[in-house]
């Protein structure tokens, strides 16, 4: 892959990055915490929320090692659970808002796609806007994947009962780990998925 292209596929990764995070900070301070916004991360300035190794570094390894996977990650955006209006429907809010952001990117420019034709649209923006679609849902997949700090652990320990709390200390504690052995192992079964909503949103198989 040429320079040109590594850079277009990172900066795709960390803006989208980008505003998966800065949506936990407004959902958070929609729950009046204001965390986020006293940080200076309300912002989508990407300096304010670049993670070297997880924005720069590692994404631009794989892309240069031609990895069949894009991974990467932004700063966590700051917030205070105890400040939540609602702790737990707060909590569920804010973690599913980066997700939620995620798919609403991916549904503009994958309308966009579907109706490129009619609205005259050129074939490299389909391209470009394909890039966008496919990296924002594996965002919002992966995310949903219930292993700390994925935003999906956040959402499921909010419905399960306290006694399900030493699980949760022990995914933490070991969470990188499980990620390592999910990436590995299981991601590929995120696949199918990945492909089935693509078609369902441009209405094109992915690479085509």
Not at 93 to 109: H, K, P, Q
Not at 189 to 194: G, Q, S
């Given at each position: 892959m040429n320079p040109v292209d590594a850079i277009f596929y990172i900066a795709i990764l960390i803006m989208s990055v980008v505003i998966?995070?800065?949506?936990?900070?407004?959902?958070a301070e929609y729950f009046g915490d204001k965390t986020a916004r006293y940080a200076g991360r309300l912002t989508m300035n990407p300096i304010k929320h670049i993670d070297l190794f997880g924005s720069i570094i590692l994404p631009g390894l794989l892309v240069i090692t031609n990895a069949p996977f894009l991974l990467g990650w932004a700063k966590p955006v700051p917030y205070n659970p105890n400040n939540l209006s609602n702790l737990k429907w707060g909590t569920v809010a804010v973690a599913s808002a980066g997700i939620l952001a995620n798919v609403f990117i991916a549904?503009?420019?994958?309308?966009?796609?579907?109706?490129?034709?009619?609205?005259?649209?050129?074939?490299?923006?389909?391209?470009?806007?394909?890039?966008?679609?496919?990296?924002?849902?594996?965002?919002?997949?992966?995310?949903?994947?219930?292993?700390?700090?994925?935003?999906?652990?956040?959402?499921?320990?909010?419905?399960?009962?306290r006694s399900f709390a030493p699980l949760m200390a022990l995914l933490e504690q070991y969470a990188f780990i499980f990620i390592i052995i999910f990436i590995v192992y299981f991601s590929k079964f995120l696949a199918p998925v990945l492909f089935y909503s693509f078609r369902l949103l441009t209405g094109f198989e992915l690479g085509f």
């Amino acid at each position: 892959m040429n320079p040109v292209d590594a850079i277009f596929y990172i900066a795709i990764l960390i803006m989208s990055v980008v505003i998966h995070e800065v949506s936990h900070g407004f959902m958070a301070e929609y729950f009046g915490d204001k965390t986020a916004r006293y940080a200076g991360r309300l912002t989508m300035n990407p300096i304010k929320h670049i993670d070297l190794f997880g924005s720069i570094i590692l994404p631009g390894l794989l892309v240069i090692t031609n990895a069949p996977f894009l991974l990467g990650w932004a700063k966590p955006v700051p917030y205070n659970p105890n400040n939540l209006s609602n702790l737990k429907w707060g909590t569920v809010a804010v973690a599913s808002a980066g997700i939620l952001a995620n798919v609403f990117i991916a549904i503009i420019f994958g309308t966009l796609i579907r109706f490129s034709f009619v609205l005259g649209l050129p074939s490299e923006f389909n391209t470009i806007a394909s890039t966008i679609v496919i990296m924002n849902l594996a965002l919002a997949l992966f995310n949903l994947v219930p292993i700390p700090p994925l935003d999906g652990s956040k959402i499921l320990f909010s419905f399960l009962p306290r006694s399900f709390a030493p699980l949760m200390a022990l995914l933490e504690q070991y969470a990188f780990i499980f990620i390592i052995i999910f990436i590995v192992y299981f991601s590929k079964f995120l696949a199918p998925v990945l492909f089935y909503s693509f078609r369902l949103l441009t209405g094109f198989e992915l690479g085509f």
